[in-house]
């Protein structure tokens, strides 16, 4: 339950640089919603010789990321979570291109293959130049939709302005948990900003009081959150779509949850 010192996880890449073949991290931690240090694990992985890959499930459209730059070798995600797409949609990954033209093993499929040449049913398979290379079948259209939509959004007001107001309303929340329940509530997401996204995780610590109750009271009471075991309640401000009065009102709904 406890966040990753960063020492910590560059010390057992060491430890273990001999019989090291792949690190696979995620950017962000699912449980705690703690920001790894995504570049500093690529480049020690790099260093023992293994490669560096990333589940971004719950970091795209949640903190600004530079893949290429920070040298990891491939990362791949979901687009249901901060990306508005809904559960099945599209899924995206990252590939280096250094390895877009390397021998590694993969599956053939018929949009990997470059589009100039796709229809003329050859039996040799000549790869797209990006990680498309890497696609299997055709995206599903409709399920599409909703993600063109929700990324036209993300262009229009841009990653920084929304990581800005991020650490504005995740800071906000923290301040109104200290002063009013500071004695029942526990965030186990790091304090500091660049450690962070949008996800707190609370623990209920009042005496005699039951999490699971507390997250049903709250879920009855109209708050979207979600309960992970053993004993948190994850909660995320998107700085999108949601307020600092919807922060206010959460807090206030889950002080009435908790109880005296």
């Known amino acids: ?51 560096a890959g990333f589940d971004l499930a719950h970091a795209v459209g949640n903190i600004e990321m530079a893949m290429h730059d920070w040298e990891a070798d491939f990362a791949a995600w979901c687009t249901y979570k901060y990306l508005n ?53 055709n995206a599903p259209i409709l399920a599409m939709a909703p993600l063109m939509a929700s990324m036209e959004m993300f262009d229009e007001v841009g990653m920084p302005a929304l990581r800005d107001k991020s650490r504005n309303m995740s800071a906000y929340m923290d301040y109104l948990l200290n ?17 962070r996204g949008c996800q707190l995780s609370l623990r209920i610590t009042a005496d005699g009081t039951d999490g699971k109750q507390v997250y049903q009271r709250l879920e009855a009471a109209g708050v979207a959150c979600d309960w992970r075991y053993p004993a948190v309640i994850r909660v995320a401000p998107a700085p999108l779509y949601n307020t600092y009065g919807d922060v206010y009102r959460f807090v206030e709904i889950l002080d009435e949850s908790v109880g005296s």
């Open 1 to 51: 339950e406890e966040t990753l010192r960063t020492a910590d996880i560059l010390a057992a890449i060491e430890a273990h640089g001999p019989e090291l073949a792949l690190v696979l991290l995620p950017g962000v931690q699912y449980y705690t919603g703690q920001v790894l240090p995504m570049a500093e694990i690529a480049t020690r992985a790099h260093e023992v010789g293994a490669y």
């Open 179 to 195: 002063v009013n329940m500071a004695d029942r509530v526990e965030s186990i997401t790091p304090v500091h900003p660049d450690e």
């Open 85 to 137: 797409s809904g559960p099945g949609a599209v899924a995206g990954a990252f590939v280096h291109e250094r390895h877009l033209n390397s021998d590694l093993p993969r599956l053939h499929g018929w949009w990997g293959h470059k589009l100039e040449t796709r229809f003329e049913m050859e039996n040799t398979f000549d790869a797209e130049a990006t990680a498309e290379a890497w696609s299997v079948s």
